[in-house]
């Protein structure tokens, strides 16, 4: 799977708009790219995946660029409740292939 | 709610014992894997079953195995437990009915090896 690089962390103000960034240049044509996000220790949830367009769905946004090297989730009304660290991961779909997970970007929301 | 079962969800034992977590997958999911988290490490892959059989495998000690059941559910025993086994264990399910691909996780076992 290709490598995803993530800063280390951001902040943002309750209500506000959180726009977290993902790199992944060396993505190749049939990996997808996926993010996910731990809430303190529990297990990690699915947020939203994408190939090449754009997506949205109730929890989030993800727009892909035009050459797919990079990502960028958007949570649009980002709560105390987003604080988390979010994974972006790149990954075949189809063969059942596990999640590799990095480091991250550590959310925080602020009052 | 993930849909997926994990138990117990803590545990403390002794270095040298032996401890096995459980897992019951999602309702039509053939996929189960296993991921540790320690403090100092992110989540790390261990193994993956697919109906039955191991499809992968990461990071996981001779000290540990796992298996998956004619129901799905799965077992990752970890034996001779030492101080740095000490961690969450999560298991995931995917590969089911739920044809986009999102793995859905539960919500841990905590272990702790004095």
């Known amino acids: 799977d290709a490598k995803t690089t993530q800063p280390p962390s951001m902040d943002c103000a309750e209500g506000r708009a959180a726009n977290l960034p993902c790199n992944h240049s060396t993505i190749s044509g049939n990996e997808y790219v996926y993010w996910y996000r731990q809430i303190h220790s529990q297990g990690p949830q699915y947020i939203i995946h994408g190939l090449k367009n754009n997506e949205t769905n109730e929890m989030a946004s993800l727009i892909i660029t035009e050459d797919r090297k990079s990502s960028t989730l958007i949570l649009p009304h980002a709560t105390l409740r987003d604080t988390a660290v979010y994974y972006c991961?790149?990954?075949?779909?189809?063969?059942?292939?596990?999640?590799?997970f990095g480091k991250g970007i550590t959310l925080s929301v602020r009052p | 709610d993930s849909g997926v079962t994990q138990t117990p969800k803590h545990l403390i034992t002794a270095t040298g014992q032996r401890v096995t977590l459980r897992c019951s997958p999602r309702s039509g999911d053939l996929s189960v894997y296993w991921y540790q988290q320690s403090l100092d490490q992110g989540l790390q892959f261990l193994i993956q079953?697919?109906?039955?059989?191991?499809?992968a495998k990461g990071n996981i000690l001779e000290r540990f195995s796992a298996q998956q059941f004619p129901d799905l559910h799965s077992e990752l025993n970890l034996s001779s437990l030492e101080l740095g086994d000490s961690a969450l264990y999560f298991c995931a399910s995917g590969g089911g009915i739920h044809l986009t691909g999102e793995l859905f996780f539960g919500e841990g076992s905590r272990l702790t090896v004095l």
């Open positions: 079953y697919y109906n039955g059989e191991e499809r």
């Open positions: 991961i790149v990954r075949v779909v189809g063969a059942n292939s596990k999640l590799t």
